[in-house]
Nanobody
């Protein structure tokens, strides 16, 4: 049974930082690109960032230069370092896994975590 378990969400002031983690189990980690989506209140879920086994990355334009995704292949973990947070970054952040690295979309993911809430106060 595949599980993606997120942690690290919380409340932070604008300009602050948080680091999210996602622990994966039940899958062959090396076979999957890993990444993050987010869903703000009243909005659709959107892509944030992803990373392939070898370390190549993609970012949404809204987070480029502020967020950094990384993965620890020995620990089956993917992380999202979020700096210079803005109130508009407030959302539930979901970890996702898919065999394909390119063209990530909400409908195309193989596996999802349950999400962790990030709240950025102004």
């Amino acid at each position: 049974q595949v599980q993606l378990v997120e942690s690290g969400g919380g409340l932070v002031q604008a300009g602050g930082s948080l680091r999210l983690s996602c622990q994966a189990s039940g899958l062959t980690f090396s076979s999957y690109a890993m990444g993050w989506f987010r869903q703000a209140p009243g909005k659709e879920r959107e892509f944030v960032a992803n990373i392939r086994w070898s370390g190549g990355t993609n970012y949404a334009d809204s987070v480029k230069g502020r967020f950094t995704i990384s993965r620890d292949n020995a620990k089956n973990t993917v992380r999202l370092q979020m700096n210079s947070l803005k109130p508009e970054d407030t959302a539930v952040y979901y970890c996702a896994a898919d065999r394909v690295f390119g063209g990530w979309s909400v409908r195309g993911m193989d596996y999802w975590g349950k999400g962790t809430l990030v709240t950025v106060s102004s």
